[in-house]
């Protein structure tokens, strides 16, 4: 077993094998140390990614789990890779992005051509979903789903420290109907404490990032495609998305000014069709 430093893919891949533990045995994880004539912390430090558990080891964790060599091989497998410091993984993989959300103290992210997917509402997720043309459409509310599931950790009263810059493109898409666009802008316009826009003009920046800070692990930047989500804990890489972040900071309209763009857009969709306003005041 060797110490190493953890990633969202570690963590996760333990925490599965604690899930398994927990669903497939009787045994508490001390227990299942003596089970496996391990030292006690060592069944901790596994199941939180915290170390590199040996083929060996894997093996007989699994084994004790009742699983068969099919099960053992395709899962060492994916924890051949677990700490790597760069990984990818399929779009409709959730687990490891979930848990980096669940787990993190702060979250700051750069969107250009949608709007961050912990502050979507219900029906223009579903739009994007459905735009994409990608997703078979017995998926896709499955997708949504799980992504208002993921709003949860906007809730809790440990929530994270978020501020999330959109990029004025997002606004503009016509995505929808005027009534789930509506709806979409006056969610954004009651966040405006922790959103910023990025004016349409600023065309410097290419592609979303997201950067995730932990209490106790390092920090993590995550970008997104529709073919492969990535994970970067590289120093170069954080370094980079937080010198991303600082220009953002830069250039970005200020919380008042973002409001005031975001009613722009409101008023401008009231306008141009028969949607019911509400009073914004």
Known sequence: MTAIISTPYSRDLG?????LRETTTLFHG??????LGWDP????????GKVRASEIDLVQYLT?????????????????NAFDLFFAQLPDDLRTLAMAEAMA???????IMTVPGLVQVEDYARELFVDSHIEAPEDIEKFVRARMERQAIMRRPSRPECLFYVHELALRMQLGSAAVREDQYLRLLFNTH???????????FRSPCVLYEF???????????????????????VARARRLFQRLDAVALDEEQSRSKLMEYVSG????SDVPGTDLA
């Open 15 to 19: 925490d599965e094998l604690r899930r």
């Open 30 to 35: 001390r227990a299942m140390a003596v089970q």
């Open 41 to 48: 912390s060592k069944v901790s430090d596994i199941e939180l």
């Open 64 to 80: 004790t789990c009742g699983k068969d060599i099919d099960f053992i091989d395709a899962f060492r497998g994916r924890y051949y």
């Open 105 to 111: 103290t702060k979250i700051i992210s750069l969107d």
């Open 194 to 204: 922790m959103l910023r826009v990025v004016p349409a003009h600023i065309t410097a």
């Open 215 to 237: 209490e106790k692990a390092l920090p993590v930047v995550y970008c997104e495609t529709d073919m492969a989500k990535v994970f970067a804990q590289d120093k170069t890489a």
């Open 269 to 272: 969709l009231r306008e141009d």
